[in-house]
């Protein structure tokens, strides 16, 4: 479904301040994959996913989403077949527009407000919303400026999926909630992807969570994947080994392994 080919970008190439983010990165994601991302700060995983939408040029590399060559597709044409989520839930919203306008917005083309929004297109949205029980169906005239973090990543989320993209990438999207919060948009993120059978990538630094949800998961480390752990390997794994091996291969030198 995705394919990453010796994926290279550095920052202030001729600079002091040279940035490495993403060295020689080579990733293959299966259609229906849901793969966590971890790595400490500065690793490379943000580049990874701007790589992706196209936020930037990539150096060197190629990308391959679903058959279709995008390395040098331009962003906004991505940005339709990508659903991208931030840790800042306002993010990617129009806060003064109600829940209605931003959710009709995500699903139609640029032109849609030439037309009144259709009873039956309102239907459809309010059903949408209502799949996320949180009981935003009753408020869908409110904008979303009002509603708390949680609500708005919840929205966001459905913003994201309304028209089923290629493939959903989370960047750190439960970072600003509180716990319980995090806890219910996270169930709601893998109820959302089951169902859809989305393709899915979410970076977290909530190890637990890394570890709980999804089938594979990477860490990188200075631009590199330097662990890919498969479903089963994932299920063995403890938060605290995981840690362990980072230490190890940083301290060997090590990268792209395996835990036993
Ligand atoms: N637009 C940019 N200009 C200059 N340097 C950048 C830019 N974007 C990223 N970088 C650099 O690339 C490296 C990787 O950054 P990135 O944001 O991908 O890290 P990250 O793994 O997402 O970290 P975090 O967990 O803090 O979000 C960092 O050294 C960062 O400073
Ligand atoms: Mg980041």
Redesign the pocket.
């Known amino acids: 479904m995705l394919k990453l080919k010796n994926v290279r970008k550095t920052?202030?190439k001729n600079s002091q301040d040279i940035?490495i983010?993403l060295n020689d990165i080579t990733l293959n994601v299966k259609k229906g994959d849901f793969v966590s991302i971890i790595?400490?700060?500065?690793?490379?995983?943000?580049?990874?996913f701007?790589a992706i939408c196209g936020s930037?040029e990539i150096d060197e590399g190629s990308i391959i989403l679903d058959n279709t060559n995008i390395t040098f597709m331009p962003e906004h044409k991505r940005a339709k077949l990508i659903g991208r989520l931030f840790q800042d839930p306002l993010r990617g919203t129009a806060p003064e527009m109600s829940i209605l306008e931003n959710l009709y917005l995500a699903c139609s083309s640029h032109d849609s407000w030439l037309h009144r929004i259709t009873e039956k297109e309102k239907r459809f949205i309010k059903e949408k919303v209502a799949m996320l029980g949180m009981g935003l169906e009753n408020r869908m005239n409110q904008a979303v400026g009002l509603l708390s973090g949680g609500q708005r990543q919840a929205l966001t989320l459905a913003m994201a999926i309304i028209i089923t993209p290629k493939i959903l990438l989370l960047d750190?999207h439960t970072a600003a909630l509180d716990p319980p919060t995090a806890e219910k948009i996270m169930n709601l993120t893998n109820k959302i992807v089951k169902e859809n059978e989305l393709t899915c990538l979410m970076?977290t630094?909530n190890m637990n969570y890394a570890i709980d949800y999804g089938n594979r998961l990477l860490m990188?480390h200075e631009?590199q994947i330097i662990l890919d752990l498969d479903e089963n390997q994932k299920k063995e794994t403890s938060a605290s080994s995981i840690i362990n091996e980072f230490k190890n291969i940083i301290a060997s030198d090590r990268i792209l392994t395996t835990l036993r």
């Open positions: 920052f202030n940035q983010a790595g400490s700060n500065g690793a490379g995983k943000s580049s990874l701007n930037f750190e970076i630094h990188m631009g």
